[in-house]
């Protein structure tokens, strides 16, 4: 992404808003419960389902409230941004549901059915070599060219706000719960959730599950500075190698959220756990935060424990590494 | 099973004591769209997810009946099964909500991560040698032993009634559709189906899918008598092997009920197309039902066609096979 403009913080009331201006187009999601999990976690889990929201991720709430909430002069001229990932496919959804243009940088090389997703939802695909570099270069020139807004996927106030209403509806369905857990990428889901609870349950901890190989947040919260990613995040979570965006480490700064690293190995063995039941089978990136609550045993025990399974995406050419082994039948 | 006794055929009226009866227990499954499936079906396809139903199949509604129903005095003595599939961990689980010992008898050799299942409702397992016979033989020790009563998982008036709550519960939320797809082996499901299509959908056609290697219930209704199947049938839809049950045959055949063999190829295609939604991860005999609407693209273009997607429980070790290939991405 082009280094995003620093918007103005959102506040609770920007997820208020968001809920009420994606209501007509997002899922409210199931808040699922398992038997065998609470078993297994030793505490009662909640499990915020937006696998099941439309575009098969929670990416489809920010990106909904972003264009929604442009002036029609703005949204005429169409939406650009340059993620391949869930994002790309939520925003082209979002852009389709307002009838508006949107285009979607992508590198060569790119998953040829991450792009079909995007395709099918009538974006329009613009190539560039791979690479940051040449990646924002791409999307600078479709900006220039067509005048079409960037809608950053997670250093946009927008974005950020329409993210927390996933939290928002789990303490309405659930409650004020002991402690949510939530994945950390980019930082969207985490610090729109941040503002839901802080609303909505004051005494809930925040807990962000993040790839060992990808914990920017983790050292950018200790050292109270914002720290990259040295390389490229070797992380079968593949919707959390990005470096923490700037408004998302204000954010979570405030919010005094804890951090914890988790290795791939924990993850696949969380994959598999929720795999077992029908309902759950959700990505990586989303399985990591269960695996953080099975990592931390003393921490949740007897709690009430929200968790956000953020998407269900799964390359398809992964799954017999990410399933290997056996997995107990579902209860 | 032992030859289950001719039970009385249930008529509709026994479907809305079973609605009533399971209300308190049973899920209420959602009926999932999808933009992408109806594309390609050419049609406007309505899911009934029961793989989100309680152990992952719609099982749990005929078990969760017939146990609800039992007299007290009978209730007390248990129930008892030798299916080690779906049923089995249905009527686990239906045993453990009314708090009655369950008894399931398991060949040697089951696949254990089904036994655990079973195990974790806390049914009590009694090992067999394999094959019918004596697999018979050791449920009717049980009986004699225990006084337990046989819940059959399709040869049963109050298990037939609870399976036709699945439709029931589609037609109220979908109106009258054009056409009805329902996977079809003992038959429980679809003689269910077809006491709720004939009350509150008499215009919908109802189309049955079977494996082309378990085609007993194609060719029992064309001959007008029931067929066995004439070996183990060599299908990936593990649920549908078994032979059409008396009464299910009856029923059927007064429904008027159409048959489509399907070949696992075809199955196979419909996984991955289903696959590819994380809402939709359902097991091949499930798929198979989809599968009987892209085989027939005349029959179906422009129609409202209700697919009921019977459960989501998938061996872990078939997973490369059943997934191999590249899945389109989510839509």
Same mark, same amino acid.
Not at 67 to 73: E, G, R
Not at 150 to 159: G, I, Q, S
Not at 249 to 260: G, K, N, S
């Given at each position: 992404?082009?280094?995003?403009?620093?918007?103005?913080?959102?506040?609770?009331?920007?997820?208020?808003?968001?809920?009420?201006? $994606?209501?007509?187009?997002?899922?409210?999601?199931?808040?699922?419960?398992?038997?065998?999990?609470?078993? &297994?976690?030793?505490?009662?889990?909640?499990?915020?389902?937006?696998?099941?929201?439309?575009?098969?991720?929670?990416?489809?709430?920010? @990106?909904?409230?972003?264009?929604?909430?442009?002036? /029609?002069?703005?949204?005429?001229?169409?939406?650009?941004?340059?993620?391949?990932?869930?994002?790309?496919?939520?925003?082209?959804?979002?852009?389709?549901?307002?009838? #508006?243009?949107?285009?979607?940088?992508?590198?060569?090389?790119?998953?040829?059915?991450?792009?079909?997703?995007?395709?099918?939802?009538?974006? #329009?695909?613009?190539?560039?070599?791979?690479? $940051?570099?040449?990646?924002?270069?791409?999307?600078?020139?479709?900006?220039?060219?067509?005048?079409?807004?960037?809608?950053?996927?997670?250093?946009?106030?927008?974005?950020? *706000?329409?993210?927390?209403?996933?939290?928002?509806?789990?303490?309405?369905?659930?409650?004020?719960?002991?402690? &949510?857990?939530?994945?950390?990428?980019?930082?969207?889901?985490?610090?729109?959730?941040?503002?839901?609870?802080?609303?909505?349950?004051?005494?809930?901890?925040?807990?962000?599950?993040?790839?060992?190989?990808?914990?920017?947040?983790?050292?950018? &919260?200790?050292?109270?500075?914002?720290?990259?990613? *040295?390389?490229?995040?070797?992380? $079968?979570?593949?919707?959390?190698?990005?470096?923490?965006?700037? /408004?998302?480490?204000?954010?979570?700064? @405030?919010?005094?959220?804890?951090?914890?690293? #988790?290795?791939?190995?924990?993850?696949?063995?969380? $994959?598999?756990?929720?795999?077992?039941?029908?309902?759950?089978?959700?990505? /990586?990136?989303? @399985?990591?935060?269960?695996?953080?609550?099975? *990592?931390?045993?003393?921490?949740?025990?007897?709690?009430?424990?929200? #968790?956000?399974?953020?998407?269900?995406?799964?390359?398809?050419?992964?799954? /017999?590494?990410?399933?290997?082994?056996?997995?107990?039948?579902?209860?």
């Amino acid at each position: 992404m082009p280094a995003a403009p620093e918007p103005a913080l959102p506040g609770f009331d920007d997820v208020l808003d968001a809920a009420a201006r $994606i209501a007509a187009h997002a899922r409210v999601t199931p808040v699922v419960r398992s038997q065998r999990l609470d078993a &297994l976690a030793g505490a009662e889990l909640h499990f915020k389902s937006e696998h099941q929201q439309r575009s098969g991720a929670f990416k489809f709430r920010g @990106a909904c409230n972003a264009v929604q909430a442009l002036d /029609p002069a703005t949204a005429a001229r169409g939406v650009v941004t340059h993620s391949s990932g869930n994002h790309g496919a939520a925003l082209a959804l979002a852009a389709k549901l307002r009838g #508006i243009a949107c285009h979607v940088v992508v590198p060569e090389g790119a998953n040829p059915a991450k792009l079909e997703a995007i395709r099918l939802h009538g974006a #329009i695909l613009h190539r560039c070599a791979p690479g $940051i570099p040449a990646r924002e270069a791409a999307c600078a020139a479709v900006q220039r060219d067509t005048g079409a807004a960037l809608v950053h996927p997670y250093a946009d106030a927008k974005v950020i *706000a329409g993210q927390g209403t996933a939290a928002l509806e789990l303490f309405a369905e659930c409650g004020e719960l002991d402690l &949510l857990v939530v994945p950390v990428g980019g930082g969207g889901l985490a610090s729109g959730s941040a503002l839901s609870l802080a609303a909505r349950a004051p005494r809930c901890a925040l807990l962000l599950a993040e790839p060992t190989d990808a914990d920017d947040t983790l050292r950018s &919260l200790r050292d109270g500075k914002r720290r990259a990613n *040295a390389r490229v995040p070797a992380t $079968i979570c593949d919707g959390l190698r990005g470096d923490l965006g700037a /408004p998302d480490f204000a954010m979570l700064q @405030a919010a005094d959220a804890e951090v914890v690293a #988790i290795d791939d190995e924990s993850t696949l063995a969380a $994959i598999r756990a929720l795999w077992a039941d029908p309902r759950l089978r959700v990505e /990586p990136s989303s @399985a990591i935060a269960l695996a953080a609550v099975l *990592a931390l045993p003393e921490r949740v025990r007897g709690r009430r424990v929200g #968790i956000i399974l953020s998407g269900g995406n799964v390359d398809p050419d992964a799954l /017999p590494t990410l399933l290997g082994g056996s997995m107990p039948r579902v209860s």
